[in-house]
RNA sequence: GUCCCCAUCGUCUAGUCGGCCCAGGACAACGGCCUUUCACGCCGUCAACAGCGGUUCAAAUCCGCUUGGGGACGCCA
C-alpha cells in the first residue's frame, strides 16, 4: 500500500460521537501509518437536520482529539452540479432510467412484497417504460438481474450479497438532489479515496455502492466495517448511558489522548499492549488487527486512562490544563505556580481535571470557609486531639522557616519529644487543615498553605 | 418477514494459516504489602473459549446446525 487516501465524513446534526471519533481515529491513523491524505468530508446532504454549529463542533473536536486533515474540506451541498452529470452520465449509458412512481405506490410494492414474505422493495415498474425528464420524476440505477456482490472487507472477510437483496435505488430525486449512496461514490472517487473505514451500519449500503461504481465504470476501493460501540450493558449506545459526545468528555476534564487511546483499543490491538504514544499509534496501526466483533464501552477504563495520563504528563502542562477548571468550579485564577504545587500534590488522587481542580477547594479556600467533615471532625478533635494542635501550634509558630522540610522535620521532632505516635498526632491535624481524613502530604500541605493559614486553621479547633 | 454481520473472564482483548492454551494481558471487583489519611505503586485471588454435532492423532482455533446478539431493508445519512 504505497498510496492511502481515507476520509472522514460526518453528517453536521449532531455533535461529534464517540462511535464517530473512533471511526474518524481509525481512518486517520490508517492514513498517517501509510503517509498518505486524510481528508474530511461533510455530509449536509440532509438539508432539514444539518446545521453549521454542528460542523463547527465536528471540527472542534477534531481538532482537539489532534485529529488533522488534510486539504480544504468537501461540502456535499455545494456539489450538488457534479453528482448531477454523474446521474446524467449513468442515464446515458442506459445504467439508470426516470421514476413517475409517487412514494406511495412505492410504499404498496414494499407492503405486497412483505405479504409474500420477501424482502420489500420496489418492483422495477419503470425500469422498460423508457420515461424521459419530468416533474416529480426520480432517477434510479438499473440494478443486474442476476449476480453476486462481493467484497473484502478489512475487518469483517469476505462478504457476499445476492442482487436479489437489491432493488433499483433512487439516485436522484425529484428535487434534483442526490441520495446518500450516489454522493459517496461520486465523492469518494473524485477525492481519490482508497480506503473507506466506516461503521458498520453501512455494510448494507456497500453493495449498492459497488453497484454505482461498477455502473460507472469506477474502481471501487477497499472497504473496512467496524462494529458498533454498545454500552457498559451491551446495548446500542444511547444518552442513558451519559455523556456520549466527545465535546462532553472534553467538558468533563478528560485528556484528548486518554480518549484516544481508549477509544482505539477498543476493537483494534496491538498484542497485549494497552498504553500507547500518538507516534506508537501510527506505527502500528496498518489496518490489521481489527475486531470484527462490537464492543461496549467501559467509563471505568476511560478513567484509568486517562489516570494514567494525568499522573505521567508535564506538571507545567498539566496546571496549564487544570486551570480553566479551577476557575470553572469557582476558585478563581491561582497562578501557574500555585496550580503546580496542588497538581503536584493531588494529581494521583483523581482521574479528571474537573475532579482535581475540584480537590484543591480545601486548600484553596480561606480557614474561615473550610468545612470540617462531622464524622471526621468527631472522632479526632477530641481533648486530647485539640491538645496536640495547640501545641503544634507553638511549635510551627516558632519554626524559622516553612518550607516542607523544616515543617517535617519539626513535626517528627514534636512526636519524638513526646513519646507520641504518629497516628496520634496526625489525624487530628490533617482534619483541622483539610477539613476530612484526606489531602495529601501533611509537610506539603502546610507548606503551600503558609504559615499563618495553618495556624489559623488550627485555631479554629482549639478555639 | 428477508438478507448481512457477530459470538474467549463482568468489560476491552491476546490467541497470526489446529498442537507450546486444563487459555495470557488490561480494566473492574476482592485480599495483602507499603503507609501519617486518601491515593499511587507492588503482590495475589476470583473469573471465559455460548450449545451441539462433525473433520483430525490433536480444535478456542476448520466445517455444519442451534441459540443468542446486532445491523440493514427510505426520493435519511
Redo the contacts with the bound molecule.
Keep these: 500500500m504505497s498510496h492511502v487516501v481515507t476520509r472522514f465524513a460526518p453528517?453536521p446534526t449532531g455533535h461529534l460521537h464517540i462511535g464517530g471519533a473512533r471511526t474518524a481515529i481509525f481512518c486517520w491513523l490508517l492514513a498517517r501509518h501509510y503517509g498518505g491524505r486524510f481528508h474530511l468530508r461533510i455530509?449536509?446532504?440532509?438539508l432539514l437536520?444539518s446545521k453549521q454549529e454542528y460542523t463547527d463542533s465536528i471540527l472542534a473536536s477534531m481538532r482537539w482529539l489532534g485529529l488533522d486533515w488534510d486539504g480544504d474540506l468537501t461540502y456535499?451541498t455545494q456539489r450538488a452540479d457534479v453528482y448531477s452529470r454523474y446521474v446524467d452520465k449513468l442515464l446515458e449509458t442506459g445504467h439508470a432510467y426516470w421514476?413517475?412512481?409517487?412514494?406511495e405506490e412505492?410504499e404498496a410494492m414494499?407492503e405486497e412484497a412483505?405479504q409474500k414474505?420477501?424482502?420489500?422493495?420496489?418492483n422495477g415498474r419503470c425500469r422498460t417504460r423508457e420515461l424521459g425528464p419530468g416533474v416529480?420524476?426520480?432517477v434510479r440505477l438499473k440494478t443486474p438481474l442476476t449476480g453476486k456482490v462481493v467484497f473484502d472487507d478489512m475487518v469483517?472477510?469476505?462478504?457476499?450479497?445476492?442482487v436479489s437483496?437489491l432493488?433499483d435505488?433512487?439516485l436522484r430525486?425529484?428535487?434534483g438532489?442526490p441520495?446518500?449512496?450516489m454522493a459517496v461514490v461520486v465523492d469518494d472517487y473524485e477525492m481519490g479515496i482508497t480506503h473507506v473505514i466506516r461503521g458498520?451500519?453501512?455494510?448494507?449500503?456497500t453493495p449498492r455502492q459497488i453497484l454505482i461504481y461498477e455502473a460507472l465504470g469506477l474502481p471501487v476501493p477497499r472497504f473496512g466495517h467496524v462494529?458498533?460501540i454498545?454500552g457498559?450493558d451491551?446495548?446500542?449506545l444511547s444518552k442513558r448511558h451519559g455523556a456520549r459526545a466527545v465535546i462532553e468528555y472534553q467538558q468533563d476534564g478528560l485528556l484528548p489522548q486518554a480518549l484516544v487511546n481508549y477509544l482505539v483499543?477498543?476493537?483494534?490491538?496491538h498484542?497485549?499492549q494497552?498504553l500507547f504514544t500518538r507516534d506508537e499509534l501510527i506505527e502500528y496501526f496498518d489496518g490489521n488487527?481489527l475486531?470484527?466483533?462490537?464492543?461496549?464501552f467501559?467509563p471505568?477504563?476511560l478513567?484509568?486512562c486517562n489516570?494514567?495520563y494525568m499522573?505521567e504528563m508535564l506538571l507545567s502542562d498539566l496546571a496549564r490544563l487544570v486551570a480553566p477548571f479551577v476557575q470553572q468550579v469557582g476558585l478563581g485564577d491561582l497562578g501557574q505556580e500555585r496550580l503546580e504545587a496542588l497538581c503536584l500534590m493531588f494529581r494521583?488522587?483523581a482521574n479528571n481535571l474537573k475532579a482535581l481542580a475540584e480537590s484543591f477547594r480545601p486548600l484553596v479556600l480561606p480557614a474561615a470557609e473550610l468545612v470540617h467533615a462531622e464524622k471526621d471532625a468527631k472522632k479526632h478533635f477530641t481533648d486530647q486531639g485539640k491538645e496536640h494542635l495547640r501545641k503544634l501550634s507553638a511549635v510551627f509558630a516558632a519554626c524559622e522557616s516553612f518550607d516542607a522540610d523544616t515543617v517535617?522535620s519539626a513535626?517528627?521532632a514534636y512526636v519524638a519529644d513526646n513519646g507520641l505516635k504518629?497516628?496520634e498526632v496526625?489525624?487530628p491535624l490533617?482534619t483541622a487543615l483539610m477539613g476530612f481524613?484526606?489531602?495529601?502530604?501533611?509537610?506539603d500541605i502546610m507548606a503551600f498553605l503558609g504559615r499563618e493559614e495553618t495556624l489559623e486553621r488550627l485555631k479554629r479547633v482549639t478555639g
Excluded at 483499543?265 to 490491538?269: E, T
Excluded at 481524613?437 to 509537610?443: D, R
Design positions: 453528517s455530509e449536509d446532504t440532509d437536520r456535499q421514476c413517475d412512481c409517487t412514494p412505492v414494499r412483505r414474505g420477501l424482502k420489500p422493495r420496489y416529480g420524476r426520480c469483517k472477510g469476505r462478504i457476499s450479497v445476492d437483496e432493488d435505488m433512487v430525486r425529484a428535487d438532489m441520495t446518500y449512496n458498520d451500519d453501512h455494510v448494507s449500503n462494529p458498533m454498545l457498559p451491551k446495548q446500542k483499543r477498543l476493537g483494534w490491538s498484542g497485549n494497552e488487527n475486531n470484527p466483533a462490537s464492543a461496549a467501559d471505568a477504563k478513567e484509568w489516570a494514567h499522573r494521583e488522587r517535617d513535626l517528627n504518629f497516628k496526625a489525624p490533617r481524613m484526606g489531602g495529601s502530604h501533611l509537610k
